[in-house]
């Protein structure tokens, strides 16, 4: 009798747990040499995300051999040579090799090669873009669309390389909730007949 329950259930949770896997998290791509945000993914008010970030953005690929590579928190990944040893190990808001002058998109305060976060699809500012570095969590005040950038001055000198960035939902959304609780409903169904069979 248990392993036919079983049998019978399992099919049931594995499209449940699949259903709140796939809206839980969405993974894309930033990538460092494009100057416009990157669509993440859509928040709806009042629920809380956390976002992550992996991977290497490189801001100068003909550098060195190497390159200017930096993690999603705008911390170099080796200690460069001049004129850019100045970022190492700490990070800068500019590049050195320009001066204060060349501070990317985050302004002030917001490493270059950091990820930012912005609910602007075409201009972002240090007024409406925040840090995610390698994850962040917020509670968004209304319902919208995150985008993320590589905080950078010039993208056209820029690795193809980029940030993989995961939107994760605390809660499930409305719609995937409704879908877990009919699933968990019919799950519940099908053991009370075999139970009472």
């Given at each position: 009798?248990?392993?036919?329950?079983?049998?019978?259930?399992?099919?049931?949770?594995?499209?449940?747990?699949?259903?709140?896997?796939?809206?839980?998290?969405?993974?894309?791509?930033?990538?460092?040499?494009a100057?416009?945000?990157?669509?993440?993914?859509?928040?709806?008010?009042?629920?809380?995300?956390?976002?992550?970030?992996?991977?290497?953005?490189?801001?100068?690929?003909?550098?060195?051999?190497?390159?200017?590579?930096?993690?999603?928190?705008?911390?170099?990944?080796?200690?460069?040579?001049?004129?850019?040893?100045?970022?190492?190990?700490?990070?800068?808001?500019?590049?050195?090799?320009?001066g204060?002058?060349?501070?990317?998109?985050?302004?002030?305060?917001?490493?270059?090669?950091?990820?930012?976060?912005?609910?602007?699809?075409?201009?972002?500012?240090?007024?409406?873009?925040?840090?995610?570095?390698?994850?962040?969590?917020?509670?968004?005040?209304?319902?919208?669309?995150?985008?993320?950038?590589?905080?950078?001055?010039?993208?056209?000198?820029?690795?193809?390389?980029?940030?993989?960035?995961?939107?994760?939902?605390?809660?499930?959304?409305?719609?995937?909730?409704?879908?877990?609780?009919?699933?968990?409903?019919?799950?519940?169904?099908?053991?009370r007949?075999?139970?009472?069979?």
């Amino acid at each position: 009798m248990k392993t036919h329950i079983g049998q019978a259930l399992r099919p049931a949770l594995v499209t449940i747990l699949a259903l709140a896997a796939s809206a839980a998290c969405q993974a894309v791509t930033v990538g460092a040499n494009a100057s416009t945000p990157t669509l993440i993914g859509s928040v709806e008010a009042g629920q809380t995300y956390t976002v992550t970030a992996s991977g290497i953005a490189d801001l100068f690929v003909g550098f060195n051999g190497l390159g200017l590579t930096f993690t999603a928190d705008g911390l170099p990944t080796y200690a460069f040579a001049a004129p850019y040893a100045a970022f190492y190990p700490n990070g800068l808001y500019y590049d050195p090799s320009v001066g204060p002058s060349s501070i990317g998109p985050g302004g002030v305060g917001r490493l270059l090669g950091s990820l930012l976060g912005t609910f602007s699809a075409t201009s972002p500012t240090p007024l409406n873009t925040f840090t995610i570095g390698l994850g962040t969590t917020f509670t968004a005040s209304a319902s919208g669309t995150l985008y993320g950038l590589v905080n950078d001055t010039f993208y056209g000198d820029n690795g193809s390389t980029g940030f993989t960035v995961s939107l994760i939902s605390a809660v499930p959304e409305p719609g995937t909730y409704g879908l877990m609780v009919a699933g968990l409903a019919l799950v519940s169904l099908s053991l009370r007949r075999r139970l009472t069979a």
